[in-house]
């Protein structure tokens, strides 16, 4: 279980207590003089850091009950004063709900934990920034989700091969690409960025390959382009899959051999430089030769996947864009942490997020301009329309067959429930006849499954 919000002490965001064992019973609240009292951690690839007990006054010090309910499942029992909601439900005195990963519990306005699953966290070399802080590149997150991506850049960022990096609008490609390059040998040397979308329509060959002088009209003058420029170094071209198909034909020789002819010039050049592309659509919409000759893929995760990782974001872009943008500066308390209301993290967590950290960027504006200077930020109605109960899903009530376990599931059948459900992972986890969604993000995990890579 992981603190996703604490009023009092933001600097807390993150930090994890682990869950009892079968048969045994923690309890949160504050201080740790109760039996059985919750330890809390800051959990890293390289090791586990004690954190002291929640301090809170208005806390019991006996406020939740935690006990392990089957493989998948929790059990919360409220044994304090202070009211709590589990998944939008309140949890009455005496009274105990069934959790599972991804449900949200509310403990009265300033605490908010999430249920995770515990993973083992992966270490890249180099990767020693403050907990809960930006890393050396940028990315923000404690996650596993985020941890697998830090893993994943160190590995592809030691090679020279041609990279294709996937992912949603708004999750941070380009940070990833820019780590890439850092991460490789040609960190400290040119990372040239565009934006193909960008390109003017007519001057997309002037824009990547450059021109002589006083071609193609007399008086213009010489130009490298973006290939040139980023000779020795990186060249990432974003939204590659905008650059029309004859045009993505002209890359071709230059992923190859690193030619190519700048307008009006017979002579072929060469450069030496690793390309990085990202696109947010399917790899089906690239030039098959294009894709083909990008060997190597990153995926970066949308937030929906990474859910923890959003207090954090939030956090950070608070304090980013208070020191940059005066209206947002009475954001800050004395100690140059940000104000935000608990109710305002709990209803990002749950909601979609489409547009990813642009989204909570837009809503961090919107709380901005809506909410009295010094007070704490909360969440517009219309910015951010508050999700249905994400109450746990034990069975369907319109379906009493016997539920599956996922160890007898196999990747083939996974593969086709998915397709005869349009990759609709709400109605697939259903006709699988497994127990929650969560399972079939599990098996999807084990067996190494994405849409992207679906041949059928």
């Known amino acids: 279980m992981v603190i996703a919000w604490c009023t009092d002490d933001p600097s807390r965001v993150g930090e994890v207590v682990d869950v009892p064992a079968p048969g045994e019973t923690s309890v949160i609240g504050r201080g740790d003089s109760a039996p059985g009292a919750a330890r809390w951690l800051r959990?890293?690839?390289?090791?586990?850091?004690?954190?002291?007990?929640?301090?809170?006054?208005?806390l019991s010090r006996a406020q939740l009950g935690l006990s392990r309910k089957g493989q998948d499942w929790l059990k919360v029992s409220l044994l304090g004063r202070e009211p709590v909601m589990v998944d939008g439900s309140p949890l009455t005195s005496g009274s105990a709900m069934h959790v599972t990963e991804g449900s949200l519990i509310r403990v009265r306005r300033g605490l908010l934990l999430a249920v995770v699953r515990r993973l083992e966290l992966?270490?890249?070399?180099?990767?020693?920034h403050s907990f809960g802080e930006p890393d050396a590149h940028g990315i923000v997150g404690e996650s596993h989700a985020t941890w697998l991506l830090r893993a994943r850049i160190a590995q592809l960022g030691a090679t020279e091969r041609h990279?294709?990096?996937?992912?949603?609008?708004?999750?941070?490609?380009?940070?990833?690409?820019?780590?890439?390059?850092?991460?490789?040998?040609?960190?400290?040397?040119?990372?040239?960025?565009?934006?193909?979308?960008?390109?003017?329509?007519?001057?997309?060959d002037a824009e990547?390959?450059?021109?002589?002088?006083?071609?193609?009209?007399?008086?213009?003058?010489?130009?490298?382009g973006v290939v040139g420029e980023a000779d020795g170094g990186t060249l990432f071209l974003d939204?590659?899959?905008?650059?029309?198909?004859?045009?993505?034909?002209?890359?071709?020789?230059?992923?190859?051999?690193?030619?190519?002819?700048?307008?009006?010039?017979?002579?072929?050049?060469?450069?030496?430089?690793?390309?990085?592309?990202?696109?947010?659509?399917?790899?089906?919409?690239?030039?098959?030769?294009?894709?083909?000759?990008?060997v190597l893929r990153l995926d970066v995760p949308p937030l929906r996947e990474r859910r923890t990782d959003v207090p954090l974001i939030l956090r950070h872009l608070a304090r980013r864009l208070a020191t940059e943008e005066p209206t947002a500066a009475a954001v800050l308390d004395d100690d140059g942490e940000p104000r935000i209301q608990c109710g305002l993290v709990e209803r990002l967590m749950r909601h979609p997020l489409p547009s990813n950290v642009r989204q909570v960027e837009k809503v961090f504006w919107d709380a901005v301009v809506s909410t009295a200077p010094g007070q704490p930020l909360s969440a517009p109605l219309a910015s951010l329309p508050t999700p249905a109960p994400n109450r746990p899903e034990v069975t369907d009530a319109n379906d009493d067959r016997p539920r599956r376990r996922p160890e007898d599931v196999t990747k083939a059948e996974v593969l086709q429930a998915l397709r005869d459900n349009d990759w609709v992972r709400e109605d697939t986890w259903r006709a699988l006849r497994l127990r929650s969604r969560h399972q079939l993000y599990r098996l999807m995990d084990r067996h190494g499954i994405s849409e992207r890579d679906d041949p059928g």
Do not use: C
């Open 43 to 58: 959990r890293r690839p390289w090791g586990d850091e004690p954190r002291p007990p929640l301090t809170d006054p208005r």
């Open 122 to 128: 992966p270490a890249p070399p180099g990767s020693n």
């Open 163 to 204: 990279t294709l990096v996937l992912g949603e609008s708004g999750t941070g490609k380009e940070l990833a690409a820019k780590a890439l390059h850092d991460r490789s040998p040609r960190g400290g040397r040119p990372f040239v960025s565009r934006n193909a979308a960008t390109f003017p329509e007519g001057l997309i």
């Open 208 to 224: 990547l390959f450059g021109n002589v002088r006083n071609y193609p009209n007399p008086g213009m003058a010489e130009r490298a």
């Open 239 to 294: 939204e590659i899959g905008e650059l029309p198909e004859a045009l993505q034909a002209h890359l071709l020789r230059l992923l190859d051999h690193g030619e190519y002819n700048r307008l009006g010039d017979g002579r072929a050049r060469r450069v030496d430089l690793r390309v990085i592309a990202a696109t947010n659509r399917d790899v089906a919409a690239i030039k098959h030769d294009l894709a083909a000759r990008m």
